[in-house]
């Protein structure tokens, strides 16, 4: 009883390693259909699937001017204190108003879990998924970004 179950385990592994080395032998002679992707060889050619989320960015314009208003609901739908919105108030040269606006968007890329949150609460659409991934660095405090470019303002028409 016992020699019969283990000539039976024996049989099953060597057909499975047939199976397998069957396969490999396959694509050891048909290189062109692998579909592993080489990279970094292939960093030129590469394509990322549409769905990919690499770290958050904030969409600025050819004349330096985003869509954030400040109204920091990206930072209160992120989950983990991700982002942080720091605010000031500008005066309206016309009307003389005190207008919120944003002064500084932090974002802590070591802290993102790329959950697109941030990106499905702004009511703007300032702040979209880039699909970036190479961001080993050294030193960790190169993973706290500051999206908003120096010099940056809101673009007419937003509120």
């Not at 002679?29 to 990279?39: F, S």
Request: glycine letters at 6%.
């Amino acid at each position: 009883m016992f020699l019969k179950q283990y000539i039976k385990d024996v049989w099953g592994a060597m057909k499975s390693l047939a199976t397998g080395m069957k396969r490999t032998g396959y694509y050891f002679t048909h290189h062109k259909e692998i579909i592993t992707e080489q990279y970094p060889d292939n960093r030129d050619t590469l394509v990322l699937p549409e769905r990919f989320k690499g770290e958050v960015v904030m969409i600025h314009d050819e004349n330096n001017e985003h869509a954030c208003t400040g109204c920091t609901a990206c930072e209160l739908a992120c989950p983990n204190a991700t982002i942080k919105i720091i605010t000031k108030f500008d005066v309206d040269a016309e009307t003389g108003k005190k207008k919120k606006a944003i002064d500084t968007f932090v974002y802590h890329l070591e802290l993102c879990t790329m959950c697109n949150l941030c990106v499905e609460a702004c009511p703007t659409g300032a702040i979209k998924m880039a699909q970036t991934f190479e961001h080993s660095v050294f030193d960790r405090s190169k993973l706290t970004k500051t999206l908003n470019q120096p010099g940056s303002k809101i673009r007419e028409g937003v509120e």
